[in-house]
């Protein structure tokens, strides 16, 4: 059974750092692209960037690019998220999730239900 889990959320003040982690079981990591999706209360699930299984491509949304870097290492069976000069509205849960296809998984709807993790907290206050 395959399992995500993420850590480093936090609160910050707007123009911090943060750097979050997924980790993942159950499956042959490198087999799997990663994503990294936000929700906001109130709001849909938003994509934030993805990464290829190899690492060599990615692809932001356009109000996390030059402040966001994921990255990550097959070895340790993990996903980053490194979030630099967060905003207020950055403020949300963020989620990892895991898909065979680059493609879909930047698509929170071609998502099976089983390959999210939980959601970490991120808060940044002005």
């Known amino acids: 059974q395959v399992e995500l889990v993420e850590s480093g959320g936090g609160s910050v003040q707007a123009g911090g750092s943060l750097r979050l982690s997924c980790v993942v079981s159950?499956?042959?990591?490198?087999?799997?692209?990663m994503g990294w999706f936000r929700q906001a209360p109130g709001k849909e699930r938003d994509f934030v960037v993805a990464?290829?299984?190899?690492?060599?491509?990615?692809n932001y949304a356009d109000s996390v690019k030059g402040r966001f870097t994921i990255s990550r290492d097959n070895a340790k069976n993990t996903v980053y998220l490194q979030m630099n000069s967060l905003k207020p509205e950055d403020t949300a849960i963020y989620y990892c999730?895991?898909?065979?296809?680059?493609?879909?998984?930047?698509?929170?709807?071609?998502?099976?239900?089983?390959?999210w993790g939980q959601g970490t907290q991120v808060t940044v206050s002005s």
């Open positions: 159950g499956r042959t990591f490198s087999d799997y692209a």
């Open positions: 990464i290829n299984w190899s690492g060599l491509m990615t």
């Open positions: 999730a895991l898909d065979r296809s680059f493609r879909n998984v930047q698509v929170a709807e071609r998502v099976g239900p089983g390959y």
